[in-house]
């Protein structure tokens, strides 16, 4: 009961306060360690305690000085609810990024430049390290049964990044040796874009009729999400493993939404997605993300595609998705 009312008296109470130093003294008794031979109740209590000690501390210690700045620099930039900030919508205009720079000049000046600290060259030596290990993913064996991993990996030479993929013999020794299946930064450089890799989904093997006919173990088709500057709405493009080329944009067989939207997409088969864009009246949620999901077949025109599930308007986000759990003895959910 003590610690349920503390974030009320500290609310009121200043920290040097009788009312602190009495709840302090009485709290003692609990933070004390058990005696020896104690029941594991009594040893779950006393962990316990020493993690509601920490809370303790950290209620009670006053605010440091910069995270007095900082609350009120925050406070100072935020806009009356009546101010007209409409502009911002449009990031990259001209008073969006005046703005932009005015705030960060605001902020470099109050609470000083983080490049200076000798700490931010060590931890950006430590992000761009080449000894960092790659997290990846699996998908598939290649023609000698070696299982087929897949990572996208960014550093000095490649900051918007390379998508790759290598074997799991070569992944295990000390200087994996790593095939390129596509370079983000050349990408932007031919078309003139500031690409961010936004991620990639596969089409599954099992429901890929191309693996099936021809016993292939290795993914053909995948989506891939890119985003001009870095942005949450992304375009959506399909990538061909065998040819190791994005389908053309001018193909009408091609997956490929060229308008920037906050887009969820997933294959149902080699031949339809799922997927939920700005497509159409009340497409979205008033989050701003989908709020329907349509059935896309390929081969004919995204806004042509039926709805086949419609959140509410105040929904956060809908999607869908299909999880082919055959491969573990398990069945086709969606």
């Known amino acids: 009961s003590l610690f349920c009312v503390l974030p009320f008296i500290n609310e009121f109470s200043p920290p040097g306060s009788a009312t602190i130093l009495l709840l302090r003294r009485l709290m003692l008794p609990l933070l004390k ?14 962990l316990a ?16 000085a910069a995270a007095r700045r900082s609350s009120a620099i925050m406070s100072s930039s935020v806009p009356p609810p009546d101010a007209e900030y409409g502009y911002l919508e449009e990031v990259l205009g001209d008073r969006s990024l005046a703005f932009a720079k005015a705030a960060n000049e605001r902020t470099l000046s109050s609470l000083g430049d983080p490049s200076t600290s000798p700490r931010y060259g060590e931890i950006l030596k430590i992000l761009e390290s080449n000894d ?6 699996r998908y598939g064996n290649d023609e000698e049964g070696r299982d087929v991993l897949y990572n996208f990996w960014k550093d000095g030479t490649n900051p918007r990044g390379i998508y790759r993929r290598t074997n799991l013999s070569s992944y295990r020794s000390d200087d994996p040796e790593w095939e390129t299946v596509v370079d983000v930064d050349a990408l932007g450089a031919a078309e003139n874009k500031s690409w961010v890799f936004k991620g990639v989904t596969v089409l599954p093997r099992r429901r890929d009729r191309l693996c099936a006919d021809s016993g292939r173990d290795l993914p053909t088709r995948a989506l891939m999400k890119l985003s001009d500057g870095g942005a949450d709405a992304v375009t959506l493009r399909e990538f061909d493993y065998v040819t190791g080329k994005f389908l053309g944009e001018d193909d009408p067989d091609a997956f490929h939404v060229a308008f920037e939207s906050k887009i969820r997409a997933s294959y149902k088969s080699r031949d339809v997605l799922l997927v939920g864009t700005d497509v159409g009246e009340d497409a979205l949620t008033d989050s701003g993300y989908p709020r329907t999901v349509r059935e896309w077949n390929r081969g004919t025109k995204i806004e042509d595609a039926p709805i086949v599930f419609r959140g509410e308007k105040s929904d956060v986000s809908a999607g869908m998705y299909i999880s082919d759990q055959r491969i573990r003895g398990g069945g086709v959910y969606e």
């Open 132 to 137: 960092r290990i790659p997290h990846v993913s």
């Open 49 to 64: 305690s020493g993690f509601l000690q920490v809370a303790f501390a950290r209620t009670f210690s006053p605010p440091s």
């Open 33 to 46: 360690p058990p005696r020896t031979g104690s029941s594991v109740s009594s040893t779950a209590l006393f």
